[in-house]
């Protein structure tokens, strides 16, 4: 273990990427994150989270969300006709 920088749990880099568990998962398996194994335990280094936070190209923004379904289909196109 590199010191005392290792401090934050899984759940909380969750919370501080504002990302699902199971995102946090794929960041580790491509090598986004390096998390060290304390016990049977993650635990993320705060600078690369933020760093990763900050270079994050994943966010959506309201234009590239997409509405799902047949019913969002049939409003987008009866709000086109008006």
């Known amino acids: 273990m590199k010191g005392n920088d290792y401090n934050i749990t ?3 880099a969750c919370k501080l990427l ?5 995102t ?3 960041y580790i398996k491509k090598g986004l994150l390096n998390p ?6 993650y635990r993320f280094n705060q600078v690369d989270l933020l760093k990763l936070n ?3 190209k994943t966010k959506r923004t ?3 969300k997409k509405k799902k379904g047949w019913m969002a289909s049939l409003n987008g196109y ?3 006709k008006k």
């Open 36 to 41: 060290e194994m304390v016990g049977n335990e």
């Open 62 to 64: 309201d234009k590239t």
């Open 78 to 80: 009866l709000n086109k």
């Open 54 to 56: 900050k270079t994050d």
């Open 18 to 22: 504002k990302k699902s568990k199971r």
């Open 10 to 12: 899984y759940l909380e």
């Open 24 to 26: 946090v998962s794929r």
